[in-house]
């Protein structure tokens, strides 16, 4: 039976597509530092070829010139298992880091205060932004959803969350934070809706959140 192989003009053919695609979205900065052997500010065609050629010898595992289908789905299989790893590694990262910041002292443990100082904080600045020119201390149903709409853009993270997650209406979640249903949101009912989040987080209900806890909570959200 003869040997499916990639012929190393196609593979290299491919890289340059691929690489193509990566540069377009990477920073000029971030293309040349990486290939820039001989570090004088500028990227030549014998450096660039060079990245492709150790590209494809990373692929090609037994060294004879050619990429086998197996070798092809192998080296994919390692780019695939390498992404996750560094996506889970960032991630781990960015809640360690967020953590650390509500855990104002330090104990490994954030009590009910220091969750609600940081929420209270993050609550004012984001009511003083939701509160349009006027500042009159309470944000109407108008106010709210502008702001949603054009203002409030999606954070990375939550414009990855499930697709088949269906996002709240500005017009539901404003009921949702007027308590008193008088048709204005204040700095009061902004800080309690935001302070809800503290009970979700402790689990066990003890007054704490610890680390796990706090692991425990966020990927829940994520996938309710």
Known sequence: ???????LPVVISGFVISSGMAIAKSSGEGFVSKLDSNKDGAVS???????????F?????????????????????ERRAAYEKKKMERRAEKKA????????DGDGLISAAEY???????????????????QDGKISLQEYSQKRSHGDKPSRHSSKMKKNRSHPS????????????DGKITQEENRLE???????????????????????????????
């Open 57 to 77: 010898s990373r692929i090609d595992k037994n060294g004879n010139g050619t990429v086998d289908l197996a070798e092809f789905s192998e080296h994919g299989k």
């Open 170 to 181: 500005a017009e539901k979640m404003f009921s949702r934070m007027d308590s008193n249903g």
């Open 97 to 104: 880091a967020r953590f650390k910041e509500l855990d104002s």
């Open 194 to 224: 935001r302070s809800k989040w503290f009970e979700k987080l402790d689990l066990d209900s003890d007054g704490q959140v610890t680390s796990d806890e706090f692991k425990q909570a966020r990927e829940a959200r994520k996938y309710k």
């Open 1 to 7: 039976m003869l040997k499916k192989s990639i012929l």
């Open 116 to 134: 609600t100082s940081a929420a209270t904080k993050k609550a004012e600045k984001r009511f003083a932004k939701l509160d349009g020119d006027n």
């Open 45 to 55: 065609s014998a450096e660039f070829n060079s990245n492709l050629a150790e590209n």
